[in-house]
Nanobody, 127 residues
Framework: QVQLVESGGGSVQPGGSLRLSCAATGFTSDRYVIGWLRQAPGKGREGVACIDARDGSTFYADSVKGRFTISRDNAKNTVYLQMNNLKPEDTALYYC????????????????????WGQGSQVTVSS
């Protein structure tokens, strides 16, 4: 059974940092494009970042470029999202998902129809 299990998240003041982790079980993550998406209250879901675990290529939405870093540890079957210089507008429920079939720097992201999702991690940025 394919599972993505997230950890991390929490509350932080503007300018602070958080790290999200996504551990994959039931499949080998190094064969997939794995990504992070988020959904803020009252807004649609948007892509944040994704990584092609086969060659390490990374892609980011313009809204987070330069502040967020996605990485992976294939030995641990885990993908990370390091979030620095967080802003109140980053407040959202964050999900990891795979496989990512489409991703644009505008935040459009498509997950495969039989893809897997993490349980969601709340990130709250406020003073």
């Amino acid at each position: 059974q394919v599972q993505l299990v997230e950890s991390g998240g929490g509350s932080v003041q503007p300018g602070g940092s958080l790290r999200l982790s996504c551990a994959a079980t039931g499949f080998t993550s190094d064969r997939y494009v794995i990504g992070w998406l988020r959904q803020a209250p009252g807004k649609g879901r948007e892509g944040v970042a994704c990584i092609d675990a086969r060659d390490g290529s990374t892609f980011y939405a313009d809204s987070v470029k330069g502040r967020f870093t996605i990485s992976r540890d294939n030995a641990k079957n885990t993908v990370y999202l390091q979030m620095n210089n967080l802003k109140p507008e980053d407040t959202a429920l964050y999900y990891c998902a795979a496989p990512i079939q489409e991703f644009s720097n505008s935040g459009k992201a498509t997950v495969g129809p039989t893809g897997s999702w993490g349980q969601g991690s709340q990130v709250t940025v406020s003073s």
